[in-house]
Every structure is written in C-alpha cells, then in structure tokens.
C-alpha cells in the first residue's frame, strides 16, 4: 500500500516562529505537493514538485517555502508563523504524469497536519 | 482558470435514503479530469474516481454512481442507501491536461448519514 506520512498530526506554535512540516512518501513518486486546507474553501495547492530540488509555486504560495532534497521526503517551511496560517496542511503524492500510462492520476495523501498559530 | 463548485455544504440523511452531491465545474481546456475524493473523519483523502473529458459514459461501483454531464459542466455523485460509513466530506476536483497532477478542488461537502 502507498503510504504518505507527515511528521505531525497537531502542532501548536506561537508567532513569528519557524515550522517545519515534513512529509514522506514510499512509492517512488515523482510528484509531491502540499494543500491547505480551510472549511467552505477546499483544499489549495501551496507548492508542488516534481522532481528532487525542483519546486513550483501553487495557487498560494505566500508566507511558505518547500524543499525536496531527496524523492521521498518534501518538507513544508514556514519562515515566520502568522496566525492566518493556522490551518490543516496536507501533503500529496503521485506518479508522474503521463495520459497514456494507465496511470489514474491519483494523488495518495496523508493524514495531515494541523497547525495552530497562537 | 479553471475553478469547481460544490454548492452543497453540508447534507444530513438518515441511513438508507440515497443523496446526491453535486459538483460544476469550469475550464476553457476541451481535455481535462474530474475526480472525486472522500474524506473520513480520520482526515486522510481517498481516491473514488477519475473521469476523462472525452468519456461522457456514467459510472457504477457498487452503491456509488457518478453522473458526468458536458453540457451543464457538472459530475454528480450520487450514493444508493446510505450508510453511516458514508458519512464523510467529499471533494470534487478538476485537472486540466497540461496541468500535469495539478487538481483544483471544490470547498467540498460534509455529508452526514444518521442511524
């Protein structure tokens, strides 16, 4: 079975503090990405990348920063925590995408973490 | 720029009864994917489905069916008799085929299926 696990379920942290958020994959993936998640909003894309060192900024990619120095593992960086970035964060992985593969494009996910931000 | 809705926020059900949640969609690409995912109170997201742009046919899996329609841009989801077990949230998504794995999701919809 695909198995997407991220560090921490709950993390409370104050402001202005740096976070960590990592998360690790056991599928070879190529793809990984990381969501927000806020009620009546969905799930938002913050960064993805599709290869190791390679990164590419999602729809709000404000306030974070990502980091995949190797396939299985990308981390999620909050250089200083604001309140408005308390929330669910979920990571994602998936196979490269490749429309004649068969392959589903389905993105495997973690539990994910929630952060709060006093 | 691409974009779905779910209009449903929340649905409540008493077992058995059937529900459908629905799900519109826009993007201006002809080629794209429409998902849907499930999301059980242990908050991890699993995979339901996948619909391609170019196969209009609907879909059974046992008590889920999926109702995909191009000209009123929507892809329902409807399940037969519900059971507690259903209830979940549930979030449609889109992927547009240059977008490579990039989904775009609804806000999603809480449903609740009681005894």
């Known amino acids: 079975d695909v198995k997407v696990t991220q560090s921490s379920r709950y993390l409370v942290k104050r402001t202005g503090e740096k976070v960590f958020l990592e998360c690790v994959q056991d599928?070879?993936?190529?793809?990984m990405f990381w969501y927000r998640q806020d009620p009546g909003l969905g799930l938002r894309l913050i960064y993805f990348s599709y290869d190791v060192k390679m990164k590419e900024k999602g729809d709000i990619p404000e306030g974070y920063s990502v980091s995949r120095e190797k396939k299985e593992r990308f981390s999620l960086i909050l250089e200083s925590a604001s309140t408005n970035q308390t929330s669910m964060y979920l990571c994602?992985?998936?196979?490269?995408?490749?429309?004649?593969?068969?392959?589903?494009?389905?993105?495997?996910f973690g539990e994910g973490s929630r952060l709060t931000v006093l | 720029a691409q974009k779905v809705t779910q209009a449903q926020t929340e649905i409540s059900v008493v077992e058995k009864e059937d529900v459908t949640l629905d799900c519109v969609y826009e993007t201006r690409d002809t080629t794209y994917y429409l998902f849907w995912y499930k999301q059980p109170p242990s908050g991890e997201l699993v995979f339901l489905i996948r619909r391609n742009s170019f196969d209009e046919q609907n879909e059974i899996s046992g008590r889920y069916s999926w109702n995909f329609q191009k000209s009123t841009s929507s892809f329902n989801f409807t399940i037969t008799a519900s059971q507690v077990v259903d209830s979940a949230v549930y979030f449609c998504?889109?992927?547009?085929?240059?977008?490579?794995?990039?989904?775009?999701f609804g806000g999603g919809t809480r449903l609740m299926v009681k005894p």
């Open positions: 599928m070879d993936h190529e793809n």
């Open positions: 994602a992985s998936s196979f490269e995408w490749e429309r004649t593969s068969g392959n589903t494009g389905e993105l495997f």
């Open positions: 998504a889109l992927s547009e085929e240059n977008a490579g794995n990039m989904l775009t």
